[in-house]
């Protein structure tokens, strides 16, 4: 593992004697001085939540990007209340110090499974095949690579139509360490017949009824020692679902019309564009069933809740589409794919891409005129950028008591945050494009982290 950075909040006695402790600790920490934002895994010792505390790892974490972990001196340093604020804007995990020299441990095993985790998602496997680094697509992509390696637990993946939810089913069995793993079976509940889908997953014996000439085997028996997908599972006939649960927890089945016990086993994953709780409190879907399914879920979200991955979508999949291209679009491009909305999600991004790929003559990026006329911007009279995912976010925010100074501050913060990441930290660049000077944003900064 390697070198980690950390940074102490308070001057008490117990920080000072932690920070110590782990400057001693096989963790190889290095400290980080005061008015520095780090890079890379660190670790954060408080005395108590403070606005710039939580400021810091904010920006150390990159809301997420980054491992921070946060570790308070004492029992008394955080309130459940904290814990859960400091997850929120991006530490990985919080822990209490404990006195008996078990948290450096426990430090170093977190850092060591997270750090193995991220390798795998910055892989080329991953990024060639599962493009974007917004926040809540790595938190998906991480999901899944610990579910992978670290459990043998059924998979049930969410998601709206088009967020990928197949690949990230792939991705899960590619990266299943298995000795001996064997293949990955594929089954779309959505052409499941109820008359004949006991013959789907569990295959049947010749004459078991009219048209069945000669045994067939199913689903389960092809799964064997793999991996099998059921996508959309939320379209399974109701009366099916029983007979699937008995047969997953014990791993065995009977194929229609036999008498003899199959055994099967393999990793179980599922994936549904439906709210299964919600179905199973109407009736539609068996609870005892939901929760075998359920046992580890990764959500994925949708394109509009990870919009800084929209540009680097398309060139991912220009690329893919023309490879013997400059995999770019001119700015009026970007910002025209930026602006539009997509009810497919990923799914409709790719089939435009691949509209204005097909449009496309000659070299260099990808101009106006290769964008078909339906996928143009509206005017600028008719164009708003507080559609309706802005109004929600407000309405959330109101819902849960916030005021509209407090409305106010955290836009204000989230649009130096976007700027200032986009422009690569550069001040200059980042206070003009918010119409601000470069001394008023160094000062709105700093009286962040001075928690005033």
Same mark, same amino acid.
């Given at each position: 593992?390697g070198?980690l950075w950390?940074?102490a909040?308070g ?8 920070t110590?402790?782990l400057?001693?600790?096989p963790?190889?920490? +290095?400290?980080?001085a ?8 660190? @670790? ?9 505390l939580?400021?810091? @790892?904010?920006?150390?974490s990159?809301?997420g ?12 340093? *955080? ?13 990985r ?6 006195q ?18 991220e =390798? @795998? !998602? ?25 579910v ?10 969410? =998601? ?12 899960v ?25 006991g013959?789907?997953f569990? =295959? ?8 069945? !000439?000669?045994r067939?085997?199913?689903a ?13 599972? =939320?379209?399974?006939p109701?009366?099916? +679902?029983? +007979? ?18 199959q ?14 709780r919600?179905?199973?409190?109407e009736?539609?879907?068996? *609870? ?8 580890c ?9 990870r919009?800084d #991955?929209? !540009? ?7 690329r ?7 995999a #770019?679009f ?19 991004l790719r089939?435009?891409?691949a ?5 496309h ?12 006329? %339906? *996928? %143009? ?8 950028w507080?559609?309706?995912?802005f109004?929600?976010? !407000? ?21 130096e ?5 986009e ?6 660049? *980042?206070?003009?494009?918010? +119409?601000?000077? #470069? %001394? ?9 982290r001075?928690?005033?």
């Amino acid at each position: 593992m390697g070198g980690l950075w950390y940074r102490a909040f308070g001057e008490d006695s117990a920080s000072a004697h932690i920070t110590a402790e782990l400057s001693f600790s096989p963790l190889a920490v +290095q400290p980080v001085a005061n008015g520095d934002v780090p890079l890379g895994p660190g @670790i954060v010792v408080f005395s108590e939540l403070s606005p710039g505390l939580v400021e810091f @790892i904010r920006e150390a974490s990159k809301l997420g990007r980054e491992l921070v972990v946060a570790v308070a001196c004492s029992a008394g340093a *955080a309130t459940a209340e904290d814990c859960w604020t400091l997850l929120d804007n991006g530490a990985r995990d919080v822990l209490f110090w404990r006195q008996n020299g078990e948290t450096p441990a426990c430090l170093g095993a977190r850092f060591e499974r997270w750090l193995r985790i991220e =390798g @795998i !998602v910055a892989s080329p496997l991953v990024r060639g095949n599962l493009a974007g680094s917004s926040p809540a697509w790595m938190k998906a992509l991480r999901e899944a690579a610990e579910v992978a390696c670290f459990s043998e637990a059924p998979l049930l993946i969410t =998601g709206e139509t088009g967020t990928g939810k197949e690949l990230v089913a792939r991705l899960v069995h590619t990266l299943d360490g298995r000795p001996g793993k064997g293949a990955l079976v594929v089954l779309d509940c959505t052409t499941v017949v109820a008359e004949l889908s006991g013959s789907e997953f569990f =295959g049947h014996e010749r004459g078991a009824f009219t048209g069945a !000439v000669s045994r067939r085997e199913g689903a389960f028996a092809l799964a064997d020692g793999g991996t099998l997908f059921l996508d959309e599972v =939320g379209e399974l006939p109701l009366p099916l +679902q029983p +007979q699937l649960l008995r047969a997953v927890q014990e791993g065995a089945y009977k194929r229609v019309g036999g008498n003899e016990w199959q055994g099967a086993s393999f990793r179980l994953i599922c994936a549904t564009n439906r709210d299964l709780r919600e179905e199973t409190e109407e009736g539609r879907f068996r *609870a005892d069933f939901f929760h075998r399914i359920a046992s580890c879920r990764c959500h994925l979200p949708p394109l509009r809740e990870r919009p800084d #991955d929209i !540009v680097p979508l398309a060139q991912h999949f220009l690329r893919q589409l023309r490879p013997e291209m400059e995999a #770019d679009f001119d700015p009026a491009v970007r910002q025209a794919l930026c602006k539009r909305d997509y009810p497919g999600n990923v799914r409709e991004l790719r089939q435009l891409v691949a509209q204005m790929a097909a449009r496309h003559a000659g070299s260099g990026p990808l101009t106006v005129g290769d964008v078909p006329p %339906r *996928a %143009r911007p509206l005017s600028r009279a008719d164009a708003d950028w507080r559609d309706p995912v802005f109004e929600t976010c !407000v309405r959330r925010a109101l819902a849960q008591g916030a005021g509209l100074k407090e409305i106010g501050r955290a836009a204000q913060e989230t649009a130096e945050r976007i700027v200032l990441e986009e422009e690569g930290g550069n001040l200059q660049r *980042a206070a003009s494009r918010l +119409q601000v000077t #470069d %001394r008023a944003l160094q000062l709105r900064r700093a009286s962040r982290r001075a928690g005033t």
